[in-house]
């Protein structure tokens, strides 16, 4: 159980377009959902917290505007790119939290963004 | 705020051996959770171990175990017997009710 599924799992994409990523809950309900950005040979850094029904809450440095996040329903996050730059180039994890179990989150695959 | 150091970037054990990561961490929480993830080339985070900071008996999971010292701040995992399969970037983790922060991670490597 408590698995979660990301898509797509990789994502090429032009300058200056927007690209969104989907992070689904597949078997249990996540009140809250995280996305975080891993660069190579780095540390996973959180960019924002997704709570169902409720705007999101960025870290320090993240740009909102930049990275749109909806969490319309109790399985699903999206996380939109807008006006994609190649420093926009990483790895992008999703986790979803079962309210209640040990604050473990369950993570997503991945999704590997390249901007050329 | 909360902060994780893992001082070891790279760490070698020969196959069947035991091998310790260290992990230090900071909180301003007086209730959290430690954790320990598994990276695997896959990028996949598989969580190893997990330990509820009021508790004071170490988790253990199969080859897997902690050695919490709350007042140290410490959370070590020791991995025994070390099999081809553990190699990997292990995080350790540290979080409250709200978010988790991760550790810069250590890369296990086991040798055959």
């Known amino acids: 159980g408590a698995v979660v599924s990301q898509h797509p799992s990789r994502v090429i994409c032009k300058s200056g377009t927007s690209v969104k990523i989907e992070c689904r809950s597949l078997d249990f309900q996540a009140t809250t959902m995280f996305w975080y950005r891993q660069f190579p040979k780095q540390s996973l850094m959180l960019m924002a917290t997704?709570?169902?029904?409720?705007?999101?809450?960025?870290e320090q440095g993240v740009e909102k505007d930049k990275f749109l996040i909806n969490h319309a329903s109790l399985t699903l996050s999206t996380l939109t790119v807008t006006s994609a730059h190649p420093e926009d180039s990483s790895f992008y994890i999703c986790s979803a939290r079962v309210q209640g179990a040990y604050n473990e989150q369950f993570f997503g695959p991945g999704t590997r963004l390249t901007v050329l | 705020a909360q902060t994780v150091t893992q001082s070891q970037p790279e760490m070698s054990v020969q196959e069947a051996e035991t091998v310790t990561l260290s992990c230090t961490y900071d909180?301003?929480?007086?209730?959290?959770?430690l954790f320990w993830y598994k990276q695997p080339p896959s990028r996949q985070m598989i969580l190893v171990i997990r330990q509820e900071a009021y508790k004071q008996q170490n988790a253990t999971e199969n080859r897997f175990s902690v050695n919490f010292q709350k007042a140290a701040k410490s959370f070590s995992l020791k991995i025994s017997d070390s099999q081809l399969g553990d190699a990997a970037m292990y995080f350790c983790a540290s979080g409250g009710y709200q978010k988790v922060t991760f550790g810069t991670g250590t890369k296990l490597q086991v040798i055959p």
């Open positions: 909180t301003s929480e007086s209730d959290y959770y």
């Open positions: 997704s709570n169902e029904g409720s705007k999101a809450t960025y």
